[in-house]
């Protein structure tokens, strides 16, 4: 399934590196979110976006910025990253939900593997 | 906030015998989504159930939704091998909300 690809699959940076994961979509879909996957923790959002607008943003560190241009593609910037940023981020996205209504299934990328040391 | 609880967090079975995951929340949901994540790969959407004691089916896999909205579950009958994996419900605190929260998974290995 190609129908969102992430790049890159694996990234290692040093604490005072700057980089930027990239998402893109080829489904047609308005929303795209960013997860981060740790071990033995559950998946947690960190960012949505619905047409373009940011609409959720779940107490992330600044270190983290979200950037969406359009509604098919969605960057992560990263800088002063921490060791315990280490873990695997997803991409996302869906139809945005129709007003009132509900959720729509999410379609996930492969993940990107980040390493900070 | 919305808490989920996802048990068990393991489940070693026998390939052919059944297997159930069960998630609770602390509060009403408007809907339940629940992955599916294989080794090494990303989560996978299997159903949403949005109805008070909704039950669907694929298969093997029985989703159910319980009577007050507050809990659900997953069950397959005879496990394959092909089962193995981690599965995850997604829990949404308001209809069209993008407030979720994901159960911590249960991992599924299954013995051939």
């Known amino acids: 399934e190609t129908g969102v690809t992430q790049t890159p699959r694996h990234l290692v940076m040093g604490m005072t590196n700057k980089k930027s994961l990239k998402c893109e979509q080829h489904l047609g879909h308005n929303a795209m979110y960013w997860y981060k996957q740790s071990a033995k923790k559950p998946l947690e959002l960190m960012f949505v976006?619905?047409?373009?607008?940011?609409?959720e943003n779940n107490s992330v560190p600044s270190r983290f910025s979200p950037e969406c241009p359009n509604s098919s593609h969605l960057f992560l910037h990263l800088h002063t990253l921490q060791p315990e940023d280490s873990a695997l981020y997803l991409c996302?996205?869906?139809?945005?939900?129709?007003?009132?209504?509900?959720?729509?299934?999410?379609?996930f990328g492969p993940g990107t593997r980040l390493t900070v040391t | 906030g919305q808490q989920v609880m996802q048990i068990p967090q393991y489940q070693h079975v026998q390939e052919g015998e059944d297997f159930t995951t069960y998630c609770n929340s602390s509060?009403?949901?408007?809907?339940i989504q629940w992955y599916k994540q294989r080794p090494g790969g990303h989560p996978v959407f299997l159903i949403q159930?949005?109805?008070?004691?909704e039950v669907k089916k694929q298969k093997r896999l029985t989703f159910q939704f319980g009577e007050a909205k507050k809990n659900s579950s997953l069950h397959i009958t005879a496990t394959q091998t092909t089962d193995v994996g981690t599965y995850f419900c997604l829990t949404y605190s308001g209809a069209g909300s993008y407030q979720l929260t994901f159960g911590k998974g249960t991992k599924l290995s299954v013995i051939p």
């Open positions: 159930l949005v109805k008070s004691g």
């Open positions: 509060t009403t949901l408007s809907n």
């Open positions: 976006y619905s047409l373009e607008e940011r609409v």
């Open positions: 996302a996205s869906s139809q945005v939900r129709l007003a009132g209504g509900y959720n729509y299934e999410q379609y």
